[in-house]
């Protein structure tokens, strides 16, 4: 037993028997002042658990594993002639995915000057194997149609919606339909070269580039033959060249061809008479 406790013990009964013979007891202000420091100290608390400090919410992007594309567009209304926008479209990565997959970049091609442009989709295999536009079937087919309009490739420009080839699951062969989302993360780069080459009118080829372009959803069949309009250039949809190789017709061809006199008219090209007849009953 420790001296307070101790003295404890032994003051304590004294004191009651003081009370019972009801005797005041008198305490010195030092005594008081050596008893008081004579006490032990306190036994210490155990301490508290520390509280872990707050951490910041975490963002529904982080907690899903999916990262934000570090990569912003560059700005490009700085890029002012084809080949520069080119080399800045050459090495873009802002999708991943499709960077994972392509072979390269399918810019476009054709005269830097041109009155026309031709607007596809995406790139398909062969295209992305030879780094150019409608280079496969339908790109064949394109080019007759070109030429029957009495142009030629080198003459008008061609480009797609989408860039690089749509990523396909491994062992599947043939093309997919871009995604919407895919169409507007590249739209910028089709839109500087419009811009740039300031056509007089576009073609737009099939439903996914008329989408792609305008943000339209609708049937070409309900389109076609009218005059449309991106950033104040008119534009004439029309079939996609794939869909005449599934659809042989004459009639459909016809209908193509009648899209392709408009825009004849609308450059102020001349159309001979062969030409107007072209896919008709006279003409065979």
Known sequence: MDPFQAGLAETIPALKAMKLQKKTVVASRRALETLRSSQPAQA?????????APQPPV???????????????ADLS??????????????CTKCPHLVASRNGVVFGVGNPK?????????????????GEPFVGRAGQLLTKIILAMGTSREE???ANVLKCRPDMPDG???NRKPKPSEMETCLPWLRRQIEIIQPKCMVALGATALEGLLGVNEPIGKLRGHWL????????????????????????????????????????????????????ASAE
């Open 156 to 158: 008008i420009f061609i």
């Open 78 to 91: 700085s890029i002012t002639t084809l080949d520069a926008l080119r080399s800045a479209a050459l090495a």
């Open 172 to 174: 599947v062969s043939g």
């Open 229 to 280: 309009e991106f950033q104040k250039i008119p534009v004439m949809v029309t079939y996609h060249p794939a869909y005449l190789l599934r659809n042989q017709s004459i009639s459909e061809k016809r209908k193509v061809w009648e899209d392709m006199l408009l825009v004849l008219e609308r450059l102020g090209r001349p159309i001979s008479e062969k030409q107007r007849r072209f896919f008709t």
């Open 114 to 130: 041109a009155d026309l442009i031709f607007v596809g989709e995406a790139p398909g295999a062969d295209e992305d194997e030879q």
């Open 44 to 52: 210490s608390q155990p301490a508290k658990p520390s509280q872990p």
């Open 59 to 73: 963002k529904e992007a982080e907690r899903m594993h999916v990262k934000p594309s570090s990569q912003p567009m």
